[in-house]
């Protein structure tokens, strides 16, 4: 089970950073992602970290932005999000990968958390 926090309202330019706890022991041995998707479009890739945090990947419109990691003592994966913009609104979800490695593909992902909303105002 993936349990996604810390969304909420923030202002342009502002911060905010999600978390999302897994209650699984096998965490560490997946690679971790998140996803969002705002009304009227279809989910898409933010970030994903591999198993043991070293290689990480980012969408094009999130990188220098946004920063993923994990910390497998805590069974935890985030995200940072700085310097937000309007367009950053969407629910964002954490998802396990199948494997080790990440991957920008949804169908790699096998357990979704319930999602967290993020707003941010202009």
């Known amino acids: 089970q993936l349990v996604e926090s810390g969304g909420g309202l923030v202002q342009a330019g502002g911060s905010l950073r999600l978390s999302c706890a897994a209650s699984?022991?096998?965490?560490?041995?997946?690679?971790m992602g998140w996803f969002r998707q705002a009304p009227g479009k279809e989910r898409e890739f933010v970030a994903t970290?591999?198993?043991?945090?070293?290689?990480?990947s980012y969408a094009d419109s999130v990188k220098g932005r946004f920063s993923i990691s994990r910390d497998n003592a805590k069974n935890t994966v985030y995200l940072q999000m700085n310097s937000l913009k309007p367009e950053d609104t969407a629910i964002y979800y954490c998802?396990?990968?199948?494997?080790?490695?990440?991957?920008?593909?949804?169908?790699?992902?096998?357990?979704w958390g319930q999602g967290t909303q993020v707003t941010v105002s202009s």
């Open positions: 998802a396990r990968g199948k494997v080790t490695v990440g991957t920008r593909d949804p169908t790699a992902y096998d357990s």
């Open positions: 970290t591999s198993w043991g945090g070293g290689s990480t």
């Open positions: 699984v022991r096998t965490f560490s041995s997946y690679a």
